[in-house]
């Protein structure tokens, strides 16, 4: 494939005269001139002019990316890994910024309290090292909490909330946490040991269809119900029966004592008749909510329920097709 310098001006944006200059000051030299002075430019003089706008983007002055570029040893390949990590720490940086822009209009807005906030980056919490902001996480209310992207020590990156890790409530990115069937306690036959097994699958398992809505959303079990007993006094104390199913009080926060309840599908629906109660997984929302989490439209749930007459897991696990354009 040749290119004439208009087609490559076209093709990349580089205007004619800034290749001309580049081929003058011999930093892309094109494959051919004709006898005419007409310049083409063939692939490889097309992925060597991809580098330059690269490096120039990454602020490096006209002689120094000739130096790079030239060189005998030079990789194009590992060019393009370095260019990558380059940008995207350029993205998290921005990401961060435009964030901090937002939350200081909604201080001046008096929707936020710019004094609660604390710049975690660069902040180890346990296995989790913080490396820029994530979108905040938004409650029913419409209130506004900060999250943080974090790496694991095991190399996974999860989204977290800035009150988990401050208070240790969230040490890693869940890798630590074994989905052991091992028996120690007498229960496995028991139904809530199989709610407290699903409840750690669903965080954990990518392998399970439920898992989209849960850990890679960020959810996640807390350390202390790691521990089957401890999970399995908690629910005890707090007036677990079989005919009750466990209930997180926001549906986007993690299973933990704080968030979690036994409730009756009465309970469930806040007293409200119009709501209507689902239960999937051992776990009971409102269609309303499970739309929220599945995020498939509340009347299609509906629709493939009673009409189509769907189970309830083929309703709430089955994609629907994007909208055609017209």
């Not at 087609?7 to 944006?13: A, F, I, N, Q, W």
């Not at 199989?194 to 669903?202: A, N, T, V």
């Not at 079990?221 to 908690?234: A, I, K, L, T």
Request: glycine share 6%; with cysteine.
């Amino acid at each position: 494939m040749k290119c004439g310098i208009k087609e490559v001006s076209e093709l990349t944006g580089v205007s004619a005269r800034t290749l001309r200059y580049y081929d003058q000051i011999g930093l892309l030299k094109p494959s051919k001139t004709s006898e005419a002075g007409y310049r083409y430019y063939g692939e490889r003089e097309l992925e060597i002019l991809q580098q330059i706008l690269f490096y120039k983007e990454r602020g490096m002055e006209l002689k120094q990316i000739k130096k790079i570029i030239y060189q005998k040893d030079f990789d194009i390949m590992a060019a393009l890994r370095e260019h990558l990590l380059e940008l995207e720490e350029k993205r998290n940086h921005m990401e961060a910024l435009i964030q901090t822009v937002e939350q200081t209009i909604r201080s001046m807005k008096g929707e936020y309290d710019m004094s609660e906030f604390k710049d975690l980056t660069g902040q180890r919490f346990s296995k989790l090292m913080v490396v820029s902001r994530a979108d905040d996480y938004i409650k029913p209310n419409g209130n506004k909490i900060i999250q943080w992207r974090c790496v694991c020590d095991c190399g996974n990156e999860v989204v977290v909330r800035g009150e988990y890790l401050k208070s240790g409530h969230t040490k890693s990115c869940g890798c630590n946490k074994s989905i052991s069937h091992t028996i120690t306690h007498g229960k496995s036959k028991s139904r809530l040991y199989k709610i407290w097994i699903g409840m750690k699958e669903r965080c954990y398992n990518p392998n399970r269809n439920s898992y989209c809505w849960y850990g890679a959303k960020g959810i996640c079990v807390c350390d202390e119900w790691d521990d089957f007993e401890n999970f399995y006094s908690w629910s005890m104390r707090n007036g677990y029966s079989d005919e009750l199913t466990i209930d997180r009080i926001d549906s986007n926060g993690n299973y933990c004592p704080e968030n979690c309840r036994w409730s009756t599908d009465k309970e469930q629906a806040n007293n409200r008749s119009t709501n209507r109660i689902i239960e999937y997984n051992d776990e009971s929302h409102t269609l309303e909510e499970w739309s929220r989490i599945t995020g498939i439209a509340s009347n299609t749930i509906r629709m493939r329920l009673d009409e189509y007459k769907w189970d309830v897991e083929k309703s709430l696990t089955k994609s629907t097709p994007p909208a055609k354009k017209s």
